[in-house]
């Protein structure tokens, strides 16, 4: 079994920074040529995307002190500029603009994208706490370029709060993740018409550093509707006092679902916002079963769902490769492959990650803890 990186990180974003970038350099230098290539593909070059990242770079610094602090502390341990850096964390904005006109132009074989997540109520969860869980599905070459970061602030009245979430080499906002207030967060993305038509806007990844950063349910929900978004986005976001909201967010609207009887579950097309259209289909059809599928087996067992329960459903082989446990159709160019990158599983009421180094039908979970009792895991420590 291979073991996921952890780095233990304090409450300084520069030696955050520092320690990210010098402990994961070569991962973010492929990580950098992994999205260079799969934007190629799509016929964007490197200049064209290195044009666009020098303006993401310049929005962040207005908009997240702290985050592009830590970001370019990663640039300067790592060896890279700050506008490399700045196109990982704008690689959601850039990628999912190349999959609107991907989506604009579905006249080629689709690829196999998508993300299949859902979220467990205390009252049907064999433990009584709330879970968050989700197959993160994404391009094959990300996988081995992943970390867990546990970030421990100083909290209190003027501080943040800790957090435990799971990433990208270089990119310093946590896409999964529980901090000490038991606020959760898992994703999935959406593709939608106006996808890139309102220019720069908060990254989505510096959105989910913020989720993670709330010390309270409504102040985590902030950093979602407060502002409009370039790119549309799926945010399951979960209390460990029993709530859960599901909100669809796309450029110009929010639509919110809530569980029902017990469970919420989503993958990548849009199913509550009707003021827009959803084109991820387009490209990835599987999207339009996954979701109902992962539904049917969660609320098919007889009791509480434990993990045995969840971890069936996260493994789900229908329609393979497509399918909610995704693999690489070798059909498709090496650039476009996707695979289940990462399953996870998230305790809020434990502060726990467990989280898989690729497909869960292969790779077991391994378990990440707030408090630091972790297992299978190799870990820096900051200074």
Request: aromatic residues 6%; negative net charge; hydrophobic residues 40%.
């Amino acid at each position: 079994m291979s073991a996921l990186r952890l780095l233990d990180l304090g409450d300084d974003p520069q030696e955050r920074g520092c320690i990210h970038g010098a402990t994961l350099a070569d991962e973010i230098r492929a990580n950098i040529t992994t999205y260079l290539d799969r934007f190629a593909i799509a016929g964007v070059t490197r200049l064209n995307v290195l044009e666009r990242s020098e303006k993401w770079l310049a929005f962040m610094e207005e908009d997240n002190f702290d985050y592009t602090t830590e970001m370019k502390a990663v640039a300067r341990a790592s060896g890279l500029s700050d506008v490399e850096l700045a196109l990982l964390n704008a690689r959601y904005e850039i990628t999912y603009e190349v999959f609107a006109r991907e989506a604009h132009h579905a006249n080629t074989r689709p690829e196999q994208e998508g993300c299949t997540s859902f979220g467990i109520m205390p009252e049907i969860s064999a433990t009584g706490h709330t879970l968050l869980c989700q197959n993160w599905d994404w391009l094959e070459g990300v996988r081995g370029c992943t970390f867990v970061q546990r970030v421990r602030n100083s909290g209190g009245d003027a501080g943040k709060p800790s957090f435990i979430g799971f990433t990208e080499a270089g990119i310093v906002g946590s896409k999964m993740g529980v901090n000490e207030a038991g606020i959760g967060l898992c994703v999935n993305g959406l593709v939608t018409p106006r996808d890139g038509a309102k220019g720069i806007r908060k990254p989505f990844h510096v959105r989910c550093r913020e989720i993670l950063e709330a010390w309270r349910f409504d102040q985590a929900l902030l950093p979602v509707v407060q502002t409009d978004r370039t790119a549309s986005t799926n945010y399951l976001i979960g209390h460990s006092d029993g709530e859960i909201l599901n909100i669809e967010a796309t450029p110009d609207f929010c639509s919110v679902s809530h569980p029902r009887d017990g469970l919420v579950v989503h993958a990548n097309h849009l199913t509550s916002e009707t003021r827009t259209v959803s084109q991820m289909e387009r490209i990835a059809p599987n999207t339009l079963y996954r979701a109902a599928r992962t539904e049917r087996r969660l609320r098919a067992h007889s009791g509480p769902i434990d993990r045995a329960v969840i971890t069936e459903a996260l493994c789900d082989h229908f329609s393979y490769p497509a399918s909610v446990c995704r693999h690489a159709d070798r059909a498709l160019p090496a650039e476009k492959r996707v695979i289940t990158v990462a399953a996870i599983i998230i305790d809020l009421d434990d502060r726990v990650l467990h989280v898989t180094d690729g497909p869960p039908c292969e790779a077991p979970f391994q378990r990440f803890a707030l408090d630091g009792s972790d297992t299978a895991t190799t870990t820096s420590t900051a200074a």
